[in-house]
């Protein structure tokens, strides 16, 4: 069982999400005034009662963000290895029940990926599967990751949680990163959308930080899947849970994402919508809290309110993003709809979003770490 335990406290979960009605102006205007903000200052920014307060935080998230990153926006893109799953989740399109075109790529195809993707300039490269560790787990991974890390100065990767020893394994090939979204901490909403597969198992999923701390894996990328649950109280379980594992693995860095719900194949309606309004007060809140934290938006986003969004707190951002294998060295648009995982609105080229980011006066970054710097 992991250290982390607030998830299973009983009641725990009912007492925070009932808290939010009883936040007052005085503990909102308390919170944007302390310079080291607490779990209770998270609670109050993001509460209905800091709804008036948005463009105070959006001035503090501002300032906090460009003294800590300056003018540099961080880009990055996703490359889909599989779309294979063992899983069933009510809100995705790679689901195993879901009768889509299933397709793994080979070394072949990975190395036609990179060619294609390092033409558009990207260093860091996020590999993406489903969930099947027979067919694509570590005898695939092995091959794969030499391979691909021989293009790009930043590699992370979002698959199924694996072992201590096998992220270990993994760091050796030049694994920099790893996302592990929880999706949700409430275990009987997970329960509620995750019907079949070894993702089932909350707590081995919930213990997958400690087991890349532990790994020494360089960053650590948390996240849940607004919409699934009430978002206030997911938020505030995710800040606990952020802040136990700087307590435990301070070695390792952070970055939170910001997924919301967004249509897939048989995928189910958004039940517990948050709107973009509280989605830009979540991000300065995100930012208030913790001035040193990657906070990353995908292309699931709109241009418009990535644009918005790109000077409040945002840090690292994806583009011109293909949720399919083979989506950029393919140039078949109904292929890539029929395997993608999930439908992104920002479908602008990586030049159209440079350009928008410059003219916000950010700087675009492709490589910020070089690993030489390690030893110096
Ligand atoms: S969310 Fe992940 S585990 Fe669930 S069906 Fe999609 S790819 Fe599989």
């Excluded at 490359?79 to 299933?102: Q, V």
């Excluded at 793994?104 to 033409?119: F, H, M, N, P």
Aim: proline residues 5%.
């Amino acid at each position: 069982m992991s250290g982390f335990n607030a998830p299973f406290e009983p009641l725990l979960w009912d007492d925070i999400h009932l808290g939010f009605g009883k936040i007052k102006a005085a503990d909102v205007e308390r919170a944007l005034a302390n310079p080291k903000r607490t779990i209770e200052d998270f609670i109050a920014l993001i509460s209905p009662a800091a709804a008036p307060y948005l463009e105070p935080m959006a001035q503090q998230a501002y300032a906090l963000t460009r003294q800590r990153f300056g003018h540099a926006m961080q880009l990055f893109v996703p490359l889909y290895l599989s779309n294979l799953c063992a899983n069933d989740c009510t809100y995705c399109g790679f689901s195993m029940s879901n009768a889509i075109k299933r397709k793994t790529l080979s070394l072949d195809e990975i190395e036609q990926e990179c060619v294609a993707i390092k033409q558009l300039g990207f260093e860091h490269i996020l590999l993406v599967t489903g969930e099947h560790k027979t067919k694509v787990g570590m005898d695939y991974f092995r091959q794969a990751l030499p391979k691909i890390k021989g293009h790009f100065a930043h590699l992370g990767m979002e698959v199924q949680p694996l072992s201590q020893a096998e992220y270990a394994e993994l760091n050796q090939l030049g694994l920099d990163s790893v996302l592990v979204y929880q999706e949700t901490y409430h275990p009987a909403s997970y329960a509620q959308h995750h019907l079949k597969g070894n993702k089932q198992d909350f707590a081995f999923r919930l213990e997958t930080p400690d087991r890349l701390g532990r790994a020494g894996i360089d960053k650590i990328g948390l996240g849940v899947l607004l919409g699934l649950a009430d978002w206030r109280t997911d938020s505030v379980m995710m800040a606990m849970h952020l802040r136990y594992l700087q307590k435990h693995y301070w070695r390792s860095r952070y970055s939170v994402g910001f997924p919301r719900l967004r249509p897939c194949a048989g995928g189910l309606e958004q039940i517990q919508a948050i709107s973009d309004r509280e989605l830009v007060q979540l991000i300065c809140a995100w930012r208030l809290f913790d001035p040193e934290l990657e906070l990353s938006l995908s292309t699931r986003e709109s241009p418009a309110f990535r644009d918005q969004l790109a000077k409040l707190g945002i840090t690292t951002m994806s583009a011109e993003s293909r949720t399919q294998p083979g989506g950029y060295a393919s140039g078949d648009i109904h292929v890539q709809t029929a395997l993608e995982q999930f439908a992104t609105e920002d479908k602008r080229s990586v030049s159209q979003i440079t350009q928008a980011l410059m003219e916000q006066g950010l700087q675009p970054v492709w490589k910020d770490w070089q690993p030489g710097y390690a030893s110096q």
